[in-house]
C-alpha cells in the first residue's frame, strides 16, 4: 500500500541521515538517485531531505517510464 511505501521511505531517510555524515568525513561533496516519475511518495521525502530534482531521463526504466534525477549538496 501507499502507506506502506511511505513508511519505508522515512526509515531510509532516516538511515540516510545517519549515513551523511560518514559521507562528510570521506569528503562526499554530492549525491545522486534516480526516482521513478510516478512515485511521488519518494520524490517528496527526498525533497524533505534536500535533494532537488536536476534532471530527467526518458524511458529509464524497462517499462518505459522516465527517471527524475535528484541531487543533495552534502
Given at each position: 500500500?501507499?502507506?506502506?511505501?511511505?513508511?519505508?521511505?522515512?526509515?531510509?531517510?532516516?538511515?540516510y541521515?545517519?549515513?551523511?555524515?560518514?559521507?562528510?568525513?570521506?569528503?562526499?561533496?554530492k549525491?545522486?538517485?534516480?526516482?521513478?516519475?510516478?512515485?511521488?511518495?519518494?520524490?517528496?521525502?527526498?525533497?524533505?531531505?534536500?535533494?532537488?530534482?536536476?534532471?530527467?531521463?526518458?524511458?529509464?526504466?524497462?517499462?518505459?517510464?522516465?527517471?527524475?534525477?535528484?541531487?543533495?549538496?552534502?
Amino acid at each position: 500500500t501507499e502507506e506502506e511505501v511511505e513508511e519505508k521511505i522515512k526509515e531510509m531517510a532516516k538511515n540516510y541521515g545517519r549515513d551523511e555524515k560518514k559521507l562528510k568525513e570521506n569528503d562526499v561533496e554530492k549525491i545522486f538517485l534516480e526516482v521513478r516519475k510516478s512515485n511521488l511518495p519518494a520524490i517528496n521525502c527526498y525533497k524533505t531531505n534536500g535533494f532537488v530534482q536536476i534532471a530527467e531521463r526518458k524511458e529509464y526504466y524497462g517499462d518505459g517510464e522516465d527517471a527524475i534525477i535528484m541531487e543533495k549538496l552534502i
